[in-house]
């Protein structure tokens, strides 16, 4: 390197800026060992094991009436209690992904947590769920629901 500077024929001054500039980026590129070593990760029971997820769909629902949508969250035969996020994606059969709806769900009490979706008209439509719990996310592909007329001609 200092031969390449020598031959670029830079003035002294410029040739020592140089050598201090790649020094210095050089010395900036290298970490102390501590923070090269990582810690593993923590094992724990919590996150051996996804959540387990039972969802509860109706076989249909009527359009204008609220239907609950409802998924049960367990680990180890336990209630999850504290998921991070857990939403429902509803689309009529057919849509786009823009038109795909999300719908954030409460938890109700041991594990459940609901929404409810009133669907303007009848139709076939996709529900699927989406559960962010304990470092895992757990989705299963949609099932259908079929939405009929509210019988009100």
């Known amino acids: ?3 390449i500077i ?3 024929n830079f003035d002294g001054w410029v040739r020592w800026l140089l050598i201090l500039l790649v020094a210095g980026l050089a010395a900036c ?4 060992e501590e923070q090269q070593k990582t810690s593993p990760p923590k094992e724990s029971s919590q996150t051996q094991t996804p959540p387990k997820v039972e969802f509860a769909l109706p076989d249909s629902a009527i359009a204008g009436v609220a239907t609950p949508l409802e998924v049960t969250v367990t680990q180890g035969g336990k209630p999850v209690s ?3 996020d857990v939403q429902f994606e509803v689309w009529k059969k057919g849509a786009d992904q ?3 709806e999300q719908l954030p769900a409460k938890h109700v009490g041991q594990g459940v947590y609901q929404a409810k979706k009133t669907f303007a008209e009848p139709g076939t ?3 699927m769920y989406h559960v962010t719990a304990r470092g895992s996310h ?3 592909p949609a099932r259908t629901l079929d939405v009929e007329a509210d019988g009100k001609e």
């Not at 590129?29 to 102390?32: E, I, R, T």
């Open 1 to 3: 390197m200092c031969k």
């Open 6 to 8: 020598r031959e670029a």
């Open 29 to 32: 590129g290298q970490a102390p």
């Open 82 to 84: 504290d998921a991070d």
């Open 98 to 100: 823009k038109e795909h």
């Open 125 to 127: 439509y996709q529900v």
């Open 138 to 140: 757990v989705m299963k």
